[in-house]
């Protein structure tokens, strides 16, 4: 689908601002899921025997647009890309930068990562463990999941952009683009529905915690990615560098989306957080265990035939579709400038993302070992105020440190190692 190509001038730095939030989002999530989530997938501090309810709630939110928001940004980026390049050369770039990382990372980062977990460092046992993870390999592995599942929607996207070719449907011609942009305010709009509809019927097969083979990537959440990542590639070519509000009007057919003043993110993320308690609704009624919708360990709780399944997939999509357009309409607001300090430039937030899982797995390890020694918790670790607010306490601490380490270590790499630059 040929688009006219942008301005070069005009870079839009706050897609730049978003993807680098959107890392320190991912990243910030999984201390909090240690921390906050006793059933979380990952580790669990030794600082905490139960979940904490905020937390839970924290994390059950942003599972519901975090990701979603991260294959938009991918898919309008791509789209950006691929109208740019041949079929070819975009190929080649995200073979490169997309399919090496994940190979480097799950065959031999993630083997060396088992290593990092031995708690006696011996050459036999170094050997032992690096040897059955590396074996073990099946695909792709931690982080890399995304740039996994990321790659197979960009091959995905330039097969059907030839298929448009042969069909004559490639050209995008000015009579078109209302057509298109109408298409896309309906997807906005309505498409959660059918993508809410869809993941309720998946997680009754495949509950939350269940991946697919060699990208391992959680079934039920699945479907809203492709779809956020759909919308990407829409929103680009139908000039529309963000997501349009759910009940958002008058949105132009021919000229780009301008910032809405009303679109509120505080109000989106309020109603998220305010309708959370409906999930738990139908257990009350029926005296059903639902349990908190938070982390992938949710499993049958939130899936099959139930009514707090569907409650859960309308609720997941809604908080999406909610958020999703107004944190996109905020940064465009308030953060349409290059990044203020060389940390946090979107430079380094590839690396990042790849690296935070043992970056953070060591900061938390260190915190345990100084807090709990061999384990056990201190006696102030019992009292109720530390077991209520600890949590947020040691999520907002660590998840800066790991945050910081994080950023900066993929910026050590980028700038210092030679070639890696070229792979993230």
């Known amino acids: 689908m040929a688009t006219p190509k942008p301005n070069p001038t005009s870079r839009r730095h706050y897609l730049d601002q978003l993807r680098t939030y959107c890392t320190a989002h991912v990243i910030v999530h999984h201390t909090a899921g240690a921390y906050g989530y006793g059933g979380a997938e990952g580790p669990h501090s030794a600082c905490f025997d139960k979940s904490s309810p905020l937390l839970t709630a924290f994390l059950a939110v942003n599972l519901a647009f975090g990701l979603g928001q991260f294959f938009w940004l991918s898919g309008f980026l791509s789209a950006e890309s691929l109208s740019r390049s041949t079929d070819s050369k975009f190929v080649k770039s995200k073979l490169l930068r997309l399919g090496v990382p994940t190979l480097l990372y799950s065959a031999f980062l993630d083997p060396l990562f088992a290593v990092f977990r031995l708690r006696q460092w011996d050459f036999d046992s170094i050997k032992k463990a690096y040897i059955e993870a590396f074996l073990k390999f099946r695909g792709a592995c931690g982080s890399a999941w995304y740039t996994a599942t990321l790659l197979v929607l960009d091959l995905c996207a330039v097969l059907f952009k030839r298929c448009l070719y042969i069909w004559g449907l490639g050209k995008l011609k000015s009579s078109k683009l209302r057509s298109l942009t109408q298409l896309y305010v309906m997807l906005c709009r309505w498409g959660w529905l059918v993508v809410a509809g869809g993941s309720f019927l998946i997680r009754t097969r495949w509950p939350p915690g269940k991946k697919l083979p060699i990208i391992d990537v959680q079934q039920a959440y699945l479907l809203q990615y492709i779809y956020a990542y759909g919308l990407g590639h829409l929103a680009f070519h139908a000039r529309k560098p963000r997501m349009v509000g759910l009940l958002e009007r008058d949105v132009p057919d021919y000229t780009p989306l301008k910032p809405s003043p009303r679109l509120s993110l505080g109000k989106a993320v309020a109603f998220s957080l305010g309708t959370l308690p409906i999930l738990l609704l139908p257990g009350f009624l029926k005296k059903e265990k639902t349990g908190p919708p938070a982390g992938s360990e949710m499993g049958s709780n939130l899936a099959g035939w139930t009514t707090a399944a569907a409650f859960y997939a309308l609720w997941n999509e809604l908080c999406f579709n909610s958020i999703g357009p107004a944190q996109v309409n905020y940064f465009e607001r ?34 345990d070992a100084l807090l709990c020694a061999e384990g056990k918790q201190p006696a102030w670790m019992k009292s109720r105020v530390w077991k209520d607010l600890g949590p947020i306490l040691m999520t907002g601490v660590v998840g800066t440190a790991d945050l910081v380490a994080s950023f900066a270590t993929s910026m050590l790499l980028v700038d210092y190692v030679p070639g890696v630059g070229k792979l993230i």
Do not use: C, M, T
């Open 334 to 367: 308030n953060q349409n400038q290059p990044a203020k300090r060389k940390l946090w430039s979107p430079r380094y937030s590839y690396g990042a993302f790849l690296l935070h899982p043992p970056v953070s797995w060591a900061i938390g390890e260190g915190v």
